[in-house]
């Protein structure tokens, strides 16, 4: 210990009390006496004296290589959790040699008082693969890993845990940490995230995260109230497994109101759990339609969205021409979520519509109730070129205003999707909840393996229980440039993985059109961009139809590889890719298939030849590959 001195106090015992010194700590070795095996639990019972210990931070535990939370701006923040990483090829210094490359890390929201005893704690469920910080008995934040593999908690038996360290005028009465997650409060047995189809005229309720120690059966009751206060059973199941398991019922029958739905379970006669939300009875028509496959169909024609991220009308030509056919706008007077800033916003954004229709592209404009948007929502609907609404951009803290915003959107404009992009795997599913399309963006451009495109992907489409449209976001700007190899990898990588459409991230960055990320400057960067976009066009009938259920395996296991099947026009296409920067080598096996040939396609550069009997080929795969054989 350093800085602390004993004293005691009436309410909690003896404590120890340390000052204003910046070497303030209690440090306690492990030499493989502390097991984190299962989780853990961390608890600590502290009084802080002064309100810049708050603001100024300190960490209340850290262990290298496992876990670090820290107090700062008045929250309990999650520093990093390390869980397992897998060891990749590089070719450069800068890039990091392990992937995933970031601990799981998030911030607090509860503030911490000041100047009384206050319980603060962490607790990870291995098993249930979740994160859980409280504050004196209650739950700050609960982060569900997205990762399918084995996730525990990692531990070095020769790192010492410390505890506040560096935290000044502090008194702690209790440390624990104890191996295991122990419940310290009130938490929910499952999760119901309910997700709206109104383009299919139904409601899922999607139960995950049920407790394996939950008793079986468990019975799930669906409640749907009208404004006027009636209620009505939409729908009672009864769980046999602790797995997921989605529900469905049909929309309320009235037509432009909001809806209260109830979802409430049941075992052995007590209720284990209850959550309600709001849902809209839209009923869309017109031209654009998110279909049960995850394919969009606009005017009756499908669509596989190419996105391009920030154009000014003046290049919707030029994008159009690269292949392009969905832009995320910018107008002088537009912001980038909402439609403030000018003179007259609307009159920008039919402007933007308008160059649109005339180059044929479409258009996703902000719209949502957060950003000053809701007007043009209402002036707008109907345009020729508006394909959906621009909900939210990576949103954060609480979640609850995505649906909100959702639910008056949909009032308003019925007839268009809303479409919302987030950046963190955890929140997936709760995203889901505010869009009728959801993207993942993914930037590891320089430094990361490109695996991350695949797993935010795969993580994207888990969330969405395979019930709604998902689209892989790329980055290409700044420091973020990919190459040709790279950016091809990154696009296969992301269909393989599940995406319903693919973007691109930015072409224009311009505030106010000065100095920036412009794409015209970097002709080389264009030229990329160019010949991706232009192979995906040249697949684009492929691309529209979702992957199969058929199962790739190689041989032996190699996480960087990846394959997907697709059929389409009476024929089976087998796509390929690689996310290793060096030589791979296996077997694939792919069921279904016994002796038959994957002839390269799409005018891909090797024209190399798969040779399947009984079901299985011999790969040699160059580093990033990717590719699209015709199975004949």
Not at 120 to 147: Q, S
Not at 349 to 356: N, T
Not at 594 to 612: M, P, Y
Request: proline letters at 6%.
């Amino acid at each position: 210990m350093r800085g602390g001195t004993g004293a005691d106090d009436p309410d909690v015992g003896p404590y120890l009390k340390f000052g204003g010194g910046g070497d303030n700590r209690i440090t306690v070795a492990d030499g493989g006496r502390i097991g984190l095996e299962g989780g853990c639990t961390l608890e600590v019972r502290l009084l802080i004296e002064d309100e810049k210990t708050l603001s100024a931070g300190g960490l209340l535990a850290v262990k290298d290589g496992s876990f670090s939370f820290a107090l700062k701006d008045g929250k309990l923040n999650n520093g990093g959790m390390a869980f397992p990483k897998q060891r990749v090829a590089t070719t450069s210094l800068m890039q990091r040699k392990h992937y995933p490359v970031d601990d799981e890390t998030f911030f607090g929201a509860t503030p911490i008082p000041v100047n009384r005893w206050v319980h603060l704690a962490v607790t990870y469920d291995e098993r249930m693969k979740v994160i859980r910080t409280w504050v004196d008995g209650g739950v700050d934040r609960t982060r569900y890993l997205a990762r399918e593999d084995e996730a525990p908690l990692l531990s070095d038996p020769t790192k010492a845990v410390e505890f506040l360290r560096g935290m000044k005028n502090v008194r702690v009465a209790a440390i624990k940490l104890s191996r295991g997650a122990r419940q310290l409060g009130a938490v929910p047995p499952l999760e119901a995230y309910v997700q709206q189809l109104p383009f299919q005229d139904k409601i899922a309720v999607c139960v995950d995260h049920v407790d394996r120690s939950l008793p079986l059966p468990v019975e799930i009751a669906v409640i749907l109230e009208t404004p006027a206060g009636t209620t009505s059973l939409a729908a009672r199941v009864s769980l046999d497994s602790h797995d997921r398991r989605q529900i469905f019922v049909d929309t309320p029958p009235w037509k432009g109101a909001l809806h209260t739905l109830a979802v409430k379970a049941y075992a052995r006669n007590q209720m284990i759990f209850s959550r309600s939300v709001r849902v809209t009875t839209a009923r869309p028509g017109g031209g654009r339609r998110v279909n049960p496959d995850r394919s969009l169909t606009v005017s009756g024609k499908p669509l596989f969205p190419l996105v391009i991220y920030h154009v000014f009308p003046e290049d919707y030509a030029a994008v159009a021409e690269m292949g392009f056919n969905v832009v995320m706008p910018r107008g002088l007077s537009l912001k980038y979520m909402g439609l403030g800033g000018g003179p007259d916003p609307i009159a920008d954004a039919r402007a933007c519509l308008d160059e649109a229709r005339r180059q044929g592209v479409s258009l996703m404009v902000p719209g949502n109730t957060v950003f000053g948007s809701l007007e043009g929502v209402h002036a707008l609907r109907g345009h020729p070129a508006l394909l959906g609404w621009m909900g939210f951009d990576e949103p954060w803290g609480s979640l609850e205003k995505v649906l909100e915003s959702y639910n008056v959107v949909k009032l308003l404009d019925p007839d268009s999707p809303v479409y919302c992009v987030q950046n963190n795997p955890t929140r997936f599913a709760e995203t889901a909840e505010g869009a009728d399309i959801l993207a993942a963006d993914s930037y590891p451009i320089p430094n990361v393996s490109l695996r991350d495109v695949a797993f935010r992907t795969a993580a994207a489409a888990r969330a969405v229980a395979g019930l709604k449209p998902v689209w892989t976001i790329l980055g290409q700007y700044g420091d973020n440039r990919p190459s040709l190899q790279e950016l091809r990898c990154m696009a296969y990588l992301a269909v393989i993985s599940g995406a319903n459409g693919l973007g691109i991230y930015a072409w224009d960055e311009r505030p106010d059109k000065k100095r920036g990320w412009y794409t015209k400057e970097h002709p080389e960067d264009e030229a990329v961009l160019r010949s991706v976009i232009q192979e995906l066009k040249v697949l684009e009938k492929i691309l529209l139809v979702p992957n199969t259920k058929q199962r790739t395996h190689f041989e032996p296991p190699n996480v960087a590889l990846h394959a997907a099947v697709k059929g389409a026009n009476g024929k089976t296409y087998l796509f390929v890719a690689s996310d290793s920067r060096k030589q791979e080598e296996a077997v694939l096996s792919v069921e279904g298939l016994s002796v038959a040939e994957g002839v390269s396609c799409a005018g891909q550069e090797g024209g190399d030849t798969l040779h399947f009997e009984r079901g299985r080929a011999s790969l040699r795969l160059p580093p990033l590959h990717a590719g699209v054989y015709e199975i004949r």
